[in-house]
């Protein structure tokens, strides 16, 4: 059985000057705005970013907004993908007020598959990782999170490593 969903078009309209901030904002983290007016900003997806959002070929970023676009407040900020940049099938909470707040979650939801940040702690190994390690490597810095059995890594051999949060990371 094929469940279809109709397209959803956002709508809502924001400020040129607000709608400028958060695409450079977007921008000055490394990512390329395609598109950004009233209602939306359409970012292009590399190759990472396109399996971090699980985005068919060719699929965009859209982030929108479903608010008043008063006193620069743009109400609940959400995020899909699209193959024109101007229909999303789905939506998905963003979050964030802010041009700032909202280009950071979208920075993560683009490097990790979601927009909220998460504190799991792990760490970059001073040495350089062989091919011998076990241990799960994907977090955007490069950091693993040792694994107890891992020959490199493991309880047995206590590498030196700099600890830190995923949040400090992406």
Known sequence: MTTTR????????MPAAWVRALADAIEAR????????ESAVVVELDA????????AHGDRLVIGWAGSGED????????????DGAHVPHLDMLGGVTP???????????RTGRPEPRELRHAMPYAEISEACRC???HPCG????????????????????????????
């Open 100 to 110: 700032d707040e909202i280009s950071e979650r979208a920075h993560r939801l683009l």
């Open 6 to 13: 109709a397209a959803v078009s956002i709508t809502d309209e």
């Open 48 to 55: 990472d970013a396109a399996e971090a959002v699980h985005a």
């Open 143 to 170: 950091g693993i999170v040792p694994d107890p059995d891992c020959p490199e890594h493991g309880d047995r051999r206590a590498p030196t490593m700099e600890w830190h949060w995923e949040s400090a990371c992406i």
């Open 136 to 138: 799960p490597t994907a």
């Open 72 to 83: 620069g407040d743009p109400g609940e900020v959400h995020w899909g993908l699209s193959s």
């Open 30 to 37: 490394g990512w390329t705005v395609l598109d950004a007016y």
